[in-house]
């Protein structure tokens, strides 16, 4: 048991973990923002379209939950420009994957919210001459926020993880910045550790806002 | 010649799947008078109610308000009205629930603004007054910013009255408002409604408070198995008891289990 561990190395190459943290929750927020953006928007649609849509809509999430992220990326980074002729960098590349990912699981999410509204409080909005529009603006929309808020959380802090994957297209996000320093150092213990210990900071400060935001929406208390 | 009722039902039929709920039912109510609908659970009486708003869509039949049918733009089966426009008709047609269904994440305050402010266009400011004006009609002026999840449940449907009177109705339709609610809570509410009607307001009230029916109502009707089966003044309802079998049964279980 000669191994003595050394955190100098890992002090000297921190700002390659630093950034790579903040690059990880940047990836995180634009691909959720999108995704949500994209889930929201095909729940709605899910709801209120016939059984061609429907279909549509569940193939894609179908689709996407059987498929894993990791393909998913290469498929996307590697696979399309050699199919079609477009060009983007790995960043964009992964930001693009993600959203499509998220905004499949994020479709679930909504679509179970938005069916979790109670009928009574629809029928309230029809009965005092509420438009469908305004029914889903000021009754169903923000009951549903409510509603999926906590599943909400889970999946936002679960995509954030997701972000480690980008590491494998060479995006210099905190996974990647510790394999560069475990390729240089071979400190391997120490910079797992470390890293370890920033994305269980951030994931636990990313929830303890939402738990925040939680309490301060439920709908019963 | 007397004014045309301001609500005419007509032939109503409606049918869920295989069962027929409502089988040919004609009633009429005037400006101003509170007609209270009575009867054994599945008679019909909550369908016929949600037929007058269109939450339910009719099969045959007509219902009109001031003349206009309700739900379609000719007649029952025919082509039904816009979305929009049958938002408009509701406006008109004020509602509250047996479950309340107030909006949870809405204020009281808010919940009574929001007809005034988006079906009626008001202003911010006159919305709020026609709000507070409401509340403290049903003596709910201190919980104007407590969510409904902070109110008791007959603070709740009073709210819930608010709310639909707010919208200036030219009918409230209530459905059974007080079946949710503990013992000790009935009579607040129920006191609010015998002001709106000693105000004037025109109202269909489907109950099974039927010592309130007695002495709120111009007119009771007693439905059974989809149909009307009598009707008449409080006290002419009562005079046909001996007559009519299932008043009778009807009746019977309830001073068996009231006083």
Redesign the interface.
């Known amino acids: 048991m000669g191994y003595q561990l050394s955190f100098t190395q890992i002090w000297h190459n921190f700002d390659k973990l630093w950034y790579g943290l903040i690059l990880s929750i940047e990836l995180a927020l634009v691909a959720i923002a999108i995704g949500a953006l994209i889930g929201l928007t095909l729940a709605i649609l899910y709801v209120s379209s016939g059984r061609i849509v429907r279909a549509m809509i569940s193939g894609y999430v179908e689709f996407i939950r059987n498929v894993p992220l990791l393909l998913l990326v290469y498929l996307v980074f590697y696979g399309l420009p050699t199919v079609v002729d477009i060009r983007y960098g790995a960043q964009v590349s992964f930001v693009a994957t993600l959203s499509i990912y998220s905004g499949a699981y994020l479709v679930e999410v909504f679509r179970s919210g938005l069916d979790a509204v109670?009928r009574?409080?629809l029928?309230?909005?029809?009965?005092?001459?509420?438009?469908?529009w305004?029914r889903l603006l000021?009754?169903r929309l923000?009951?549903m926020?409510?509603i999926t808020l906590p599943s909400l959380s889970n999946t936002f802090i679960s995509l954030f993880k997701d972000t480690s994957i980008a590491s494998v297209i060479a995006v210099p996000e905190l996974t990647f910045g510790a394999q560069w320093i475990n390729n240089r150092t071979f400190r391997i213990v120490e910079v797992y550790a470390v890293t370890t210990v920033m994305y269980l900071a951030a994931g636990y400060l990313i929830l303890f806002g939402l738990r925040l935001l939680e309490r301060r929406?439920r709908?019963?208390? | 010649m007397s004014a045309p009722p301001l609500l005419q039902i007509a032939r109503l039929t409606k049918s869920f799947g295989m069962i027929q709920v409502l089988k040919s039912v004609d009633l009429d109510v005037a400006a101003g008078e509170v007609v209270t609908v009575i009867g054994p659970s599945g008679s019909g009486k909550t369908t016929l109610l949600r037929c007058v708003n269109f939450l339910e869509a009719y099969d045959g039949g007509s219902i009109k308000i001031d003349g206009r049918e309700v739900g379609y733009v000719d007649s029952a089966g025919g082509k039904k009205r816009s979305e929009v426009d049958l938002a408009s008709m509701r406006a008109e047609t004020g509602m509250v629930f047996q479950s309340f269904n107030l909006f949870p994440h809405l204020t009281a305050e808010e919940n009574v603004m929001l007809g005034p402010r988006r079906v009626l266009k008001k202003p911010l400011n006159e919305a709020r007054e026609i709000a507070r004006h409401w509340l403290d009609r049903v003596g709910l002026a201190h919980k104007a910013k407590s969510l409904p999840s902070e109110l008791s449940g007959g603070q709740q449907q009073r709210v819930g009255i608010a709310r639909a009177v707010a919208l200036g109705p030219k009918i409230l339709l209530l459905d059974e408002i007080t079946s949710a609610l503990d013992p000790e809570l009935v009579n607040e509410v129920l006191d609010v409604v015998r002001q709106l009607a000693a105000d004037g307001m025109t109202m269909m009230i489907v109950t099974h408070e039927i010592g309130f029916a007695r002495d709120a109502s111009d007119r009771i009707v007693f439905m059974t198995d989809g149909t009307i089966s009598a009707q008449g003044s409080p006290d002419a309802l009562m005079a046909q008891v001996s007559d009519n079998e299932r008043l009778r049964n009807f009746l019977s279980r309830f001073s068996a289990t009231t006083h």
């Open positions: 109670p009574g409080l029928d309230a909005g029809k009965a005092m001459g509420l438009t469908p305004q000021y009754v923000p009951t926020a409510r929406f709908v019963d208390r």
